[in-house]
């Protein structure tokens, strides 16, 4: 709508709603970007975590495999850390 101001010059309301509007399609363009940059940021951020955590339950499964092997060791030989130490001091007696 056209209104008069004090001038006699019509006021350019058709424009002022076109610039509206593109002010509004340029904002809702910028938020849609926005919006797919985050789920981008997001998506590789998931990722990263999913991946060390993978990573850290494979460390963990190694990491139980060797102790479980020690175990074996130790029980293959004979041998706990209470016989280790009985054995310690008959060596130190034989040899006096």
């Given at each position: 709508?056209?209104?008069?101001?004090?001038?006699?010059?019509?006021?350019?309301?058709?424009?002022?709603?076109?610039?509206?509007?593109?002010?509004?399609a340029?904002?809702?363009a910028?938020?849609?970007?926005?919006?797919?940059?985050?789920?981008?940021?997001?998506?590789?951020?998931?990722?990263?975590?999913?991946?060390?955590?993978?990573e850290?339950?494979?460390?963990?499964?190694?990491l139980?495999?060797?102790i479980?092997?020690?175990?074996?060791?130790?029980?293959?030989?004979?041998?706990?850390?209470?016989k280790?130490?009985?054995?310690?001091?008959k060596?130190?007696?034989?040899?006096s």
């Amino acid at each position: 709508m056209a209104a008069p101001n004090p001038g006699g010059i019509p006021i350019k309301a058709e424009q002022d709603s076109d610039g509206s509007a593109q002010s509004t399609a340029d904002m809702t363009a910028f938020v849609q970007n926005l919006l797919v940059q985050m789920q981008t940021r997001f998506q590789t951020m998931s990722e990263n975590i999913i991946s060390k955590i993978d990573e850290m339950g494979t460390r963990i499964d190694e990491l139980e495999m060797s102790i479980n092997d020690l175990k074996a060791e130790i029980g293959a030989d004979g041998m706990t850390p209470t016989k280790v130490n009985d054995e310690e001091p008959k060596a130190a007696d034989s040899s006096s």
